[in-house]
């Protein structure tokens, strides 16, 4: 597995990287030769922040975690992602691609994970709106979102709420 090490505002030492790495190692027995991680370390407001990304045959698993302990961090974010990594085997098992995975590396049991239904399907026809209308539309909604036709693109866009009170826009291309 190739892993990816990016720093902001902090400096990863020699021994973090070395901890990390082998624990990723631990993972790669889910994963063939061609899965990339990325390892985030930042520090924001004497918050030390980790980010772990890992793709794998276009599968995305993915944990964010903080806390004032860099080497606590790795280990709060490594059973997030193997949580992941069971709930999409029981997905695979559920369509017979995959029968069964290795022992887990941090779990100590294998969670109970049941996927919520579908119980609101909306259709709506797309159109042609301004950004700027979309993030209107979402105050007086008050939803998190908003999927809609950009005006300036064509291209069908969707506008977020971020956690920090900020506006994401996705542009999705087809």
């Given at each position: 597995m190739k892993i990816e090490f990016i720093e902001r505002n902090y400096k990863i030492s020699k021994k973090?990287?070395?901890?990390?790495?082998?624990?990723?190692?631990?993972l790669s027995k889910y994963f063939g030769d061609d899965a990339k991680a990325k390892v985030l370390c930042s520090e924001q407001n004497k918050q030390k922040?980790?980010?772990?990304?890992?793709?794998?045959k276009g599968v995305l698993y993915r944990s964010e975690v903080s806390?004032?302990?860099?080497?606590?961090n790795i280990d709060l974010a490594m059973p997030k992602i193997e949580r992941q990594i069971v709930?999409?085997?029981?997905?695979?098992?559920?369509?017979?691609?995959?029968?069964?995975?290795p022992a887990f590396e941090f779990l100590t049991e294998e969670p109970e994970i049941k996927l919520p239904d579908i119980f609101k399907k909306k259709v709506f026809d797309l159109e042609?709106?301004?950004v700027?209308?979309?993030k209107d539309y979402i105050d007086r909604l008050g939803h998190e979102f908003f999927v809609f036709l950009n005006a300036e693109t064509g291209k069908v866009n969707v506008l977020y709420r971020r956690r920090d009170g900020k506006f994401g826009l996705i542009e999705v291309n087809y």
């Open positions: 973090l990287k070395e901890i990390i790495s082998e624990k990723i190692e631990r922040k980790l980010e772990l990304t890992i793709v794998n806390s004032d302990d860099m080497f606590a709930r999409h085997k029981d997905k695979k098992i559920a369509k017979n691609r995959v029968k069964e995975l042609p709106i301004a700027e209308d979309a």
